[in-house]
């Protein structure tokens, strides 16, 4: 079993940057791919960030690329992602998730385990 928790969602100012962690219960070596997720309002979750199995590929979405840093500490197992240049668009929740099953790593049915979420906020 996996447990996640995410930290580092707070109200933001537009141009700002925020770094959230998301703390793995396991070694995060064990796990094939790692990824983060943002749902905002009620529609699905959207793909932001994958980091697979020691780093070997790190992919973002479109939204992501440029402005997004997906990394992870082995020593601490945490997955980060560091937000910059964030836009009101960007408000949501922020998911972490971990798969240990191939797939797509970004379609949220493949990812085994979730975290709770950290709320991210950006002001206009």
């Known amino acids: 079993q996996v447990h996640l928790v995410e930290s580092g969602g707070r109200l933001v100012q537009a141009g700002g940057s925020l770094r959230l962690s998301c703390a793995v219960s396991?070694?995060?070596?064990?796990?094939?791919?790692m990824a983060w997720f943002r749902q905002i309002g009620g529609k699905e979750r959207e793909f932001v960030a994958a980091?697979?199995?020691?780093?070997?590929?790190?992919i973002y979405s479109d939204s992501a690329r440029d402005r997004f840093t997906i990394s992870k500490d082995y020593a601490n197992d945490t997955l980060y992602l560091q937000m910059d240049n964030l836009k009101p668009e960007d408000t949501a929740i922020y998911y972490c998730?971990?798969?240990?099953?191939?797939?797509?790593?970004?379609?949220?049915?493949?990812?085994?385990?979730w975290g709770q979420g950290t709320q991210v906020t950006v002001s206009s």
């Open positions: 980091h697979t199995r020691n780093g070997n590929s790190i």
């Open positions: 396991q070694r995060t070596g064990d796990i094939p791919d």
């Open positions: 998730a971990a798969k240990e099953r191939s797939g797509s790593w970004s379609m949220p049915k493949y990812y085994d385990y």
